[in-house]
Nanobody, 121 residues
């Protein structure tokens, strides 16, 4: 089985920073693309940032310049440094990763349990 675990969420005032982390656990062969989604109350879950296995980054326009994604392939982890947080960033943040369970198998998407980020004005 493969499990993703997020941590680092919390409450912060506007302009503050938080760092989220996500680790991939269990048995698997390799990890492909990784990223983060978020879901605010009453809203659909939205993609905000992704990073390929080679380190190529892509950001949702609203977080570009404020959020930085990084990964450690040796540790199978991905981080999200969030700076200059705004109230509209308030949401549950979910880590996602494409994981190949065994050599030659197809990659499959996995999700973490989510971590709450609350930004007050």
């Amino acid at each position: 089985q493969v499990e993703l675990a997020e941590s680092g969420g919390g409450s912060v005032q506007a302009g503050g920073s938080l760092n989220l982390s996500c680790s991939v656990g269990g048995r698997f062969n390799s990890v492909g693309g990784m990223g983060w989604y978020r879901q605010a109350p009453g809203k659909e879950r939205e993609w905000i940032v992704g990073i390929s296995s080679q380190g190529k980054e892509r950001y949702k326009e609203s977080v570009k310049g404020r959020f930085i994604i990084s990964r450690d392939n040796a540790k199978n982890t991905v981080n999200l440094q969030m700076n200059n947080l705004k109230p509209e960033d308030t949401a549950v943040y979910y880590c996602t990763a494409d994981v190949q369970p065994y050599p030659g198998y197809q990659f499959a998407g996995h999700w973490g349990q989510g971590t709450q980020v609350t930004v007050s004005s």
